[in-house]
């Protein structure tokens, strides 16, 4: 049916000056309305000044810093509380307390506190909005309400769906101060549904409606202590916060600066960190040929101008339509006004960022002219720029939009994956096979067709490159607040004094010639056994310590990154062959395990001083390890998680990359076979280091690869200085994640560098002999289970319909 414009513009007459046919083509937004009414009211019953959240009260202690929020006039709307170091300790105790409450309810009772917590919100949804708007952290009540049933469910299904792991403790939630309320709430829910305490150290941004939300838990029934909230500096009170016995695990959201200060603050003090710095990541948007223009510049310019987002977005258009997309771009942005800056330095960036862009050859789409001065600027496109242009590699605060251009459909995925950062990606095409081709091949944890910024719990999401070390969302992000049982190993408590500059740079001992004439051994670097780059050979000792078994390499820094270049250009190849593929390798792997069962059998006798039936039972458990992960190749297949929303949603499981293994002295061939199994049949490629103590078995080993169909380069041995070889890899920019079995000090040193790029850390100090045995055991199910989420990262592609 048609309607006839004339119609249109009578209806629209007394509403506004402009007709229907003219917003279409402007395709601006109409004018809102906003009142703050309940949450002044809350504000005021709080004369303004909220106060830490402790055992389910408000607590407004003297003598405390204050950080307040003003209005455009310059007036104090309202104060939030900063805790001190002195508040720290009340928090912990009351979360140890509230922990003993919490886990002693059934996962049906904390399912109905969440669901009842879900029900008070939505009374409360006004309040909750005005509050959110008022301190800059804007998150719709629905959001929440949304995060609320979907983490009951699994608050239900905890122990049914996943048995053999029980939550960590306490848990403290970081986030920074321009961290959004919802990626904080992302984190705070899934840990209270798997049975934790959670400790919040919220930023400025999110303080006061962390602060209204953990009311609201209370009156929706759980116990008091189960949730604290001190607000303060992300970085230094959270890091006081960790050093506490009482916290078991640390996450993070927020900025990547804040996040690789906090890595650093918490280093050796025995507690695992992940972070998820999503704020300030640059993501792309690409529009292909065959988008719809019209809707795909209408998304650009909400993405990037409509609202402040805690993400850069850069503009990736293919050539064939750059002319439509600019004549888009300039008639959408004419109507738009200026935009609110939030402070004088962010528009001296602005100003900075837009004179070097048109310095370089940029030309500038303008919604009007800068004003002379004021915290307004209008929204601009910074059109014809280059990837290694400054406003493209670090874009400065809003509003800026800068476009690049590319030819072909690959390109216009490598120019997507030129950020550093892999957060998301927006793609717009009406071609559904390139659409999901795109998707497959960008190196971000989200991926949005035809559309932008659109989360569900229900899809798991991994940082991938500099935007992660955990993942959030989904059945895969429970485990970040879960650990396998019986067997946990954990970290050291206790803090190292650790010079960072002079770790792993110790000199190998001097090997003293012997009359008789042990056995030398080969590193294993790009498919040929071969001497370490330096020459020189470290003499291992037999069980008694009476005499030299062997001579092994001394491998060093060429020796890491002479594997990792080898690793890099096969891994990408070996992820492609599909599971069915790498399962026929590792079954074959296992033949040839068996086959040389007598000479490994033999070897770890020689090294260990088992007797010879305890050796063989090893390479026994070995050969089924291996044979387990390759029939699990296949069963890791992702899924089409029910969302909400219309639209289809795709969660497909992806592998890391390359990943360096700093393997045990407990069981030297099990635990190689086990993590090497697991890494490579995920599609990745290992760089791993044997046990010092140990090496034999591991060297024995390369026999075994030398026979396989496993292509060259996908696994590399290493052996050496435990030390010296840790460093190597924790300071190789390419290696994604090290899988570390050592010293505290190690695991320190680790934690304190891997911060440029962010690395995902599997960290063990040691710990009892009893729970090392059960780890590497056959019914260790939920270790093996974890073993397999280390070596997978997870892909979300949200696809929505008319």
Known sequence: ????????????????????????????????????????????????????????????????????????????????????????????????????????????????????????????????????????ASCPPASLVRLAQYYSGWAQLRDARLSHWSPRGVVEVVASDDCPL??????????????????????????????????????????????????????????????????????????????????????????????????????PFVVFESADIDSAVDG????????????????????????????????????????????????????????GAVQQGATLIQ??????????????????VAPPSPCVASPPPWPLLPLMTFRSHAEGVTLANHSPHGHAASIWTEDLTLALEAAKSLSVGSVWVNSHSVCDPSLPSSGHKDSGTCTDGGREGL???????????????????????????????????????????????AGKSCKSESGGSVAVQTPDGASVLAYCPDGGRKDVRN???????????????GPSARAQSLYSLAKELEAKRPELAAAIRAQTGLSLDEADLEVELSVDRLTDWAARCSQTQGGAPAVPQAGSALSLPQALGVVGVVLPDHKPLLSLVTLLG?????????????????????????????????????????????????????????????????????CQYLQHTCTGPFKTLWLHSGGPAAEEEACWAPTSTSFLEETWNQSTQWRSVWIPTA
């Not at 830490?52 to 929020?69: D, E, M, V, W, Y």
């Not at 002693?104 to 959110?132: D, I, M, N, Y």
């Not at 070889?725 to 190690?746: C, D, F, M, Q, R």
Request: charged fraction near 15%; charge should be neutral; include cysteine.
């Open 367 to 384: 919604s009007c002219g800068p004003p002379a001065s004021g915290l307004q600027y209008p929204a601009t496109v910074l059109c014809g």
């Open 300 to 355: 650009a310019i909400e993405a990037a101008f409509k609202k402040r987002k805690e993400v850069q977005w850069v503009l990736c258009v293919q050539e064939g339509v750059l002319d439509a997309v600019l004549a888009r771009l300039r008639l959408r942005l004419a109507g738009l006004k200026c935009v609110s800056l939030a402070s004088e330095a962010d528009r001296v960036l602005v100003e900075a960022a837009v004179q």
């Open 563 to 577: 594997a990792v270049e080898a690793a890099i250009k096969v891994q990408p190849g070996w992820m492609k062959k």
């Open 182 to 283: 919802y990626s904080l709430m992302l984190k705070v829910l899934p840990a209270l549904a798997m049975g934790n305490a959670v400790m919040v150290v919220p930023g400025r941004v999110a303080a006061p409606s962390a602060l209204l939300l953990a009311q609201l838990f209370t009156e929706a029934g759980l116990p008091a202590g189960a949730l604290n909230v001190l607000p303060g500096d992300p970085v230094s009170l959270g890091a006081i916060v960790a050093q506490s016995p009482t916290v078991n695990s640390v996450t993070y959201c927020g900025n990547k600066q804040d996040g690789a200060a906090l890595c650093k603050a918490t280093a050796g003090l025995g507690v695992a960190v992940s972070v998820s710095p999503a704020v300030g990541a640059t993501c």
């Open 479 to 525: 485990y970040q607040f879960l650990q396998p049982s019986p067997c946990a190993p954990s970290l050291s408590r206790s803090t190292p004094a650790l010079d960072y500059d002079t770790f792993g740079s110790a000199a190998s001992p001097a090997v003293i010639p012997t009359e008789s004439a042990p056995k030398f051994y080969r590193q294993f670097v």
């Open 678 to 746: 697991a890494a490579v049949a995920m599609g990745n490629a290992v760089v791993m280091v044997p046990s010092q103590r140990y090496p034999v078995p591991a060297l024995t080993f390369i026999q075994v690869l030398q026979a396989s169909d496993l292509p060259a380069g996908l696994v590399n041995i290493i052996p050496g200085a435990r030390d010296q070889l840790t460093a190597a890899l924790a300071n190789h920019n390419v290696i994604k994640a090290i899988w570390y079995w050592g010293s505290p000090e190690g």
């Open 1 to 136: 049916m048609t309607i006839d414009p004339l119609i249109c513009d009578t209806i629209m007459a007394g509403s506004t000056s402009k007709t229907v046919h003219d917003i279409f083509q402007s395709m601006e937004y109409g004018p809102t309305s906003s009142s703050s009414a309940t949450a002044q009211a809350w504000l005021e019953s709080h004369a303004r000044t909220l106060g830490l959240f402790i055992n389910g009260a408000f607590l407004n202690p003297a003598g405390r810093q204050l950080t307040s929020l003003t209005d455009a006039k310059g007036e104090r709307v309202f104060s939030v509380v900063c805790a001190g170091k002195e508040d720290v300790s009340e928090g912990l105790s009351s979360s140890a307390s509230g922990l003993r409450s919490w886990s002693e309810l059934s996962c049906a009772q904390r399912a109905k506190v969440l669901l009842k917590w879900a029900g008070v919100l939505g009374q409360h949804g006004p309040c909750v909005a005005e509050l959110s708007d008022l301190s800059g």
